[in-house]
């Protein structure tokens, strides 16, 4: 079964560095979103993107994030200067493009730590 | 707005006893609800889907918009059922759009013997 694969499993930055992380979706899905879950939290929504496009994006999603789909099959989440508490799991999910809410199927996420 | 409640953090059932994870759900619109599992080190996983009202792993779901609920119940809980239940709420959404899922806070449910 085809599943979203995220790298790097374990990412360990720095203050102020920047940090790429890195999804692959499924190959026919064109819905394509970014969570994270705080340590002992809720997992949350930060953005979804589609037609080369922000669709939707939290207010935790501020100008420090961005993300975009470089070639045919990475979708990526930027941190330009990250901050103690960017530390989280970051989830990648994507789902099909077809009517109604198809579900959405993620990834097994990147543990980001901030030193 | 869009919220979902889980009031529980863990429940623990001995194994062969019937489970009833809680979920209460606010939106304005016409919701869709699912159940996402995530077993331990493992990714979430998408466990029901209220639109399918099927029974998967021997759990359903029934959404009941009066009480704006979508409790997952099983009737004898076994021990590889032992995981971390979250209930997430879509706003429906037409081809074109894509939809944020908002996550409860997750109820770990532990199966002993």
């Known amino acids: 079964e085809p599943e979203v694969t995220q790298t790097p499993s374990h990412q360990v930055t720095q203050m102020g560095q920047e940090v790429i992380l890195r999804c692959v979706p499924i190959?026919?899905?064109?819905?394509f979103y970014w969570y994270r879950q705080i340590l002992g939290q809720k997992v949350e929504f930060l953005v979804s993107?589609?037609?080369?496009?922000?669709?939707?994006k939290s207010e935790i999603f501020d100008d420090q994030f961005s993300v975009e789909r470089p070639d045919g099959s990475n979708f990526t989440l930027k941190i330009r200067s990250t901050k103690l508490e960017d530390s989280a799991m970051y989830f990648c999910?994507?789902?099909?493009?077809?009517?109604?809410?198809?579900?959405?199927?993620f990834g097994d996420g990147t543990r980001l730590s901030i030193l | 707005a869009q919220r979902v409640t889980q009031p529980e953090k863990l429940l623990s059932v001995f194994k062969g006893a019937p489970v009833e994870l809680k979920c209460n759900y606010s939106?304005?619109?016409?919701?869709?609800l699912f159940w996402y599992v995530q077993y331990s080190r493992q990714r979430l996983q998408l466990l029901l889907r209220?639109?399918s009202r099927e029974s998967i792993k021997g759990f359903t779901a029934d959404l009941n918009k009066g009480e704006t609920s979508f409790h997952l119940k099983k009737p004898f809980a076994q021990e590889e059922d032992s995981a971390m239940y979250y209930c997430?709420?879509?706003?429906?959404?037409?081809?074109?759009?894509?939809?944020?899922?908002?996550f409860g806070t997750g109820t770990r449910l532990q199966v002993t013997l």
């Open positions: 997430a709420l879509s706003g429906f959404r037409n081809t074109g759009t894509a939809s944020k899922l908002t």
């Open positions: 190959s026919n899905h064109l819905y």
């Open positions: 209220h639109i």
């Open positions: 939106y304005s619109g016409s919701p869709e």
């Open positions: 999910a994507s789902s099909e493009r077809r009517q109604g809410n198809q579900p959405q199927h």
């Open positions: 993107f589609y037609n080369n496009e922000i669709s939707e």
